[in-house]
């Protein structure tokens, strides 16, 4: 009996015991550094201007110097763990053409660092920040626009995020990446979508950081906890078929970027507790625009986060004071303990979708006039098991789920369909998940 007693608790304890890669979540969010991020906002915003038309030439001032030392730094960091980076330029050339804010014809480059996966290298996961900043008139590439904050802190949070995460090993590849032309017309984002796909890249998700420092808002809101992840409803690159069905099956606020928003969501929640996560149901905030949106628009998973309370007279302005308000988007008004939290949520979404399977590609329901839901899914390398996730039709989370093993369909039994919406993920031997798979085929 006491044997019996004794093998029991041994089979619980694994099943409830976290695996060494979630365990190292913790130690993730630990080793990010305020102190370094801080270092490299000031280093961004001393190159005085970093507008995508500002010189090129120059060692100490403009984009140029920028980006160069940008490389530089992956460079460094890719030396401090044997070569695990791969780290060029992406560069397109833009012309007055092409766009309003375009003074002048120019080379948009981006700096791209990319950490090959072990065993799933054409699996992508990318982190972004953008190199670029500008003045009051977005065309004046000379005055200073220092950027501390739009978008220096996004920057250092993923220069950053490579410090954190190349100590470590990944089945999908995770790519670290400065993108430029953001303010005159997410040149850069568009730049390294096409990149992306013309290499066929398999991009799980892109978390586009834009803005992640300032903690008090123009209204005076102070807060250093909440943080907004904005996610486009449904794909946009939909086809007609698509959308039309989905008056009758439901989808409308389940596209992938979504599912990749509460991905996210959930990973803060169980991780990094003290955090106040927002979902925010729009592409971005109203009207704006951000560098997520160009992989969205090529049929991407991409989200954006950012601060929760923005600061008007600290983005997009002169240094000036008028009325006495300071304005000017400079390093004092940057939260460095609040962009340290932020990039930690980035680090360890990337981690976690870097070691999770890819979802499946299929995932096909049925169970009209049952009284169960019957669900069946295309199976992926690297899973051991998946597991079928579940919610109110007014929930924005993903509030019920089971583990249903290593097979490729499952029923739920006296769980009726029409009063529920459901998805599936993948899950990896370390427990890491993949986004969850809204249905995207129905079975009658
Ligand atoms: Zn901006």
Redesign the pocket.
Known sequence: MRYIIIALLGLYATAQVPSDHQQDLYSIIDEVSEKRIENDVKKLADFGTRNTFSDTLSNTRGIGAARRWIKAEFDKISAECGGCLEVFYQRDYVTKEMGSRVPKDAWVVNVVAIQRGTSQPNNFVIMSG?ID??ASDTMDFTTDAP?AN??ASGMAGTIEAARVLSKRKFANSIVYVGLSG??QGLFGGAGLARYAKDNDWNVLGILNN??IGNIKGVDGVIDNRSFRIFSEPTNVTDDETTKRLRRFYGGEVDGHSRQLARYIHNSVKSYMPEMNPMMIYRLDRFGRGGHHRPFNDLGFPGIRIMEAHENYTQ??QDIRTENGIEYGDVVKHVNFPYAKKLTAVNAINLAQLAWAPAPPKTVKIGGMVEASARLEWSKVPNAVGYKIYWRDTTSPTWDHSRFVGNTNNHTLEGIVIDNYYFGVAAVAADGTESIVVFPNEVSR
């Open positions: 953008d900043s500008r950027g739009d978008n953001e303010e834009d803005m983005q997009h």
